[in-house]
C-alpha cells in the first residue's frame, strides 16, 4: 500500500483534533520522537483530543489496512516497517489527585505535573529518573525509578487502565474487569493497544535524603569496586546507582565535567536523614568531589538525582541485567568503561536493585526480571560514524559481563523492535501469553507495537494469528 493511495481517505477521518500530513505544519514537531535518531515517518498524525479519537484512529486503520503507533512525548519510540498512522496523545492531559491517595492521569500527562501537583498534600507518584518522562508509557514498561527499593516497581501501584485496543474498542482494565488486559498492560508496553488514562496510588513521601555527587578520574577502580560491596549490604530505605560519564563540550555541561571523565554516584534514602547520611559517608570519602552533593531534597526534585537530559537527542543504548556483581565483573566494566578506556559511550551506568523491587506484585503482571540485582546501561550518540563504536562497545560490554549476566532486559530501558531483543525482554511464557492476547484483542495486526512480540514468538516456534 502506498502512501498516495492512502493519503485520500484520510479526509473522511472523523476526529476533534488535527489530522496532519506530510509538509503540512505541525506534522514534523508531533512525528519527531525524543530519540531523533529514530525514523519517523507516518502517513499522517492524528493529534487526539479525547479517548474517542483515539477509538476513530484505530477503526480507521483497521479499515485501511495501516498500523497504528502512539507517541505522546516521544520517549521509547520505535521504526514502523508498515505503513503507519501515528496518533498522538499529548493533549489528552487529564489530571487529578483524588481525596484517596489516588490519581487519575491521561497520556499526556508527564510525571512532573504528577509530582508538583501531589507535593502540596505530601503525596508522591512513583516517577522514574526523568521526570519529563509521560506517566503512561512509563508505566506500561513497569517502571523502576530512584526510590524503587523501597517502594517496589512503579506499575505494582497501578489500579486502572483505559484502553483502545487494536479492534476499536474503548475498554477499562482493572484486576477484576478484563484482568488479562490488565495483566499484559503492566509489562507490555504497547503491544495490547493505546493506553488513554491510567489511575494508580501515590505514596505519603515530602521529602527524602540523597542527590548525586561527582568524582573525577582519581580513584575511580576502587570508589566502582567499594560502590558494589556496599550495595550488598545497603538496607531497603536506600537505592542507588552509579553512572560513568563522558559528557561533550557542549553548552549547558559543567565545567568540570563538559568534556571530562567523571564518577557519578547517586542516593536516595527514604527514612531518617541522619541514618542516610551516616550509610552514604563512606562512599564520599572514596575520591574528589568535582560537583554536587547530599542533602534533604523535596520530593518534588527527586529528578535532580540523575539529572537526566530534557531536549531531544539522536541516541543509541545497550542494555542488561546483572545477577550480581562482584570484584571481576567490576574489573571487566573499568576495562571497557573506565577513566583508561577507550569508551565512546556516553554514559554508562549501573543501578542497584533488589529489596522492594523484587517483590512480586499483588496483582500478577508481564512484568519480568524481578530476581536481577543490576541493571547496566550505556547511551551513545546516534550519529555516523560514532553510532557504529557505541553500538559495537556496547555489544563488547554485554560479552565481557556474561558471565554475571541474567541474559534479560527490561521493557523501559530496551525501545527496539528486533525481536531477539524483545525476547530478552520478557519469559518465553509471558512473551507467548502477550502474543496470544494481542492476536485476541487486535486480530488483524493494527497496533505496531504488538508485531515485534508476535515476531519474538515466532523465532522459537509458530507464530500466532496475523
Known sequence: MTE????????????????????????????????????????????????????????????????????????????????????????????????????????????????EAGAPLGLAGLAGSAPNVGVVGFLTGGGIGPVVRTYGVSSDRVTAFEVVTGDGELRRATPTENPALFWGLRGGKGALGIVTAVEFELVPLADLFGGCVYFDATNAATILQSWAGWTEQLPEQATTSVAVLRMPPMPGIPEPLAGKFALALRFAWVGDPAEGQRVIAPMLELGNVVLGGMGMLPYAAIGAIHADPVDPMPATETTGLLRSLPADAVDALIALA????????????????????????????????????????????????????????????????????????????????????????YSTGTLTRLATLATAYDPDGVIAAARPVHAAVSRSGPGLGW
Open 4 to 115: 498516495l493511495s492512502v493519503a485520500a481517505p484520510l479526509e473522511n477521518l472523523a476526529v476533534a483534533g488535527r489530522v496532519l500530513l506530510p509538509g503540512q505544519p505541525g506534522y514534523a514537531e508531533l512525528a519527531t520522537p525524543w530519540n531523533v535518531a529514530v525514523r519517523s515517518e507516518p502517513i499522517a498524525v492524528v493529534e487526539a483530543l479525547s479517548a474517542d479519537d483515539v477509538v476513530a484512529a484505530v477503526r480507521f486503520a483497521r479499515a485501511s489496512g495501516l498500523t497504528v503507533s502512539v507517541q505522546a512525548t516521544g520517549h521509547g519510540a520505535m521504526a514502523t516497517e508498515r505503513p503507519s498512522l501515528l496518533v498522538h496523545t499529548s493533549r489528552l492531559n487529564e489530571l487529578e489527585i483524588r481525596g484517596d491517595g489516588t490519581a487519575r492521569a491521561g497520556a499526556g500527562v508527564r510525571w512532573a505535573q504528577v509530582l
Open 338 to 425: 573506565g577513566p583508561e578506556a577507550e569508551c565512546p559511550q556516553v554514559v554508562v551506568e549501573v543501578r542497584h536493585l533488589g529489596g522492594s523491587y523484587a517483590r512480586p506484585s499483588e496483582h500478577p503482571d508481564a512484568f519480568d526480571h524481578r530476581d536481577a540485582a543490576y541493571t547496566v546501561h550505556a547511551i551513545g550518540l546516534g550519529v555516523p560514524p560514532v553510532v557504529e563504536a557505541a553500538n559495537g562497545h556496547g555489544a563488547a560490554l554485554l560479552k565481557e559481563l556474561g558471565p554475571w549476566t541474567t541474559g534479560g532486559c527490561l521493557p523501559n530501558f530496551s525501545a527496539s523492535a528486533d525481536p531477539a531483543e524483545v525476547a530478552r525482554t
